[in-house]
T-cell receptor, first 115, second 110 residues
Framework: SQTIHQWPATLVQPVGSPLSLECTVE??????LYWYRQAAGRGLQLLFY??????ISSEVPQNLSASRPQDRQFILSSKKLLLSDSGFYLC??????????????FGEGSRLTVL | KQEVTQIPAALSVPEGENLVLNCSFT??????LQWFRQDPGKGLTSLLL?????REQTSGRLNASLDKSSGRSTLYIAASQPGDSATYLC?????????FGAGTTVTVRA
């Protein structure tokens, strides 16, 4: 099995401040990594995915960016937060080391409130 | 673009009743389909994974079917319990990513 760590778990930030959410994965190597956002009352929206170190694909134009400095580390950032960036951010990883079934495993999430 | 729809949006049943949750998707060229459970304020827990070549998967009281050609999946939960109260999310995997439905929020009354 694998474990996905996200921190911080909860964050309250003023508009215009920077953001850094971190995700690390244990128990696997060379995973595909994903950042999803879940806004209040809405479904999960894919923000970024990464198939390897330094490889980032963005799904929607937005105020956020992502980086993957290490194989099992995925970071979500912003230089200046907007009110609309509030939401529940989830990091996900797929299983590797055997046949890749595409099954995704999620962390416990980071709840961001922008005031 | 893949669109995933879940019906109903919410469901309330008495304890012991069987649950039927529906999911439909527009692009049948999927790699797999996953059902997740989400408790309030928490992350997602994977319940069942159905590969595109499979018709169903079972785990305990849970059974999920997949009809890829018609773009449908159904999650059955037998003999529901209050602990089954949660939001259930359906997601389909293609093009390196999972696309999610908005979920069905289930309440099981004791």
């Amino acid at each position: 099995s694998q474990t996905i760590h996200q921190w911080p778990a909860t964050l309250v930030q003023p508009v215009g401040s920077p953001l850094s959410l971190e995700c690390t994965v244990e128990g696997t190597s060379n995973p595909n990594l994903y950042w999803y956002r879940q806004a209040a009352g809405r479904g999960l929206q894919l923000l970024f995915y990464s198939v390897g170190i330094g490889q980032i694909s963005s799904e929607v134009p937005q105020n956020l960016s992502a980086s993957r400095p290490q194989d099992r580390q995925f970071i979500l950032s912003s230089k200046k937060l907007l009110l609309s960036d509030s939401g529940f951010y989830l990091c996900a990883s797929d299983r590797v080391g055997s046949i890749n079934t595409g099954e995704l495993f999620f962390g416990e999430g980071s709840r961001l409130t922008v005031l | 673009k893949q669109e995933v729809t879940q019906i109903p949006a919410a469901l309330s049943v008495p304890e012991g009743e069987n649950l039927v949750l529906n999911c439909s998707f527009t692009d049948s060229a999927i790699y797999n389909l996953q059902w997740f459970r989400q408790d309030p304020g928490k992350g997602l827990t994977s319940l069942l994974l159905i590969q595109s070549s499979q018709r169903e998967q079972t785990s305990g009281r849970l059974n999920a079917s997949l009809d890829k050609s018609s773009g449908r999946s159904t999650l059955y939960i037998a003999a529901s319990q209050p602990g089954d109260s949660a939001t259930y999310l359906c997601a389909v995997f293609n093009d390196y990513k999972l696309s999610f439905g908005a979920g069905t929020t289930v309440t099981v009354r004791a």
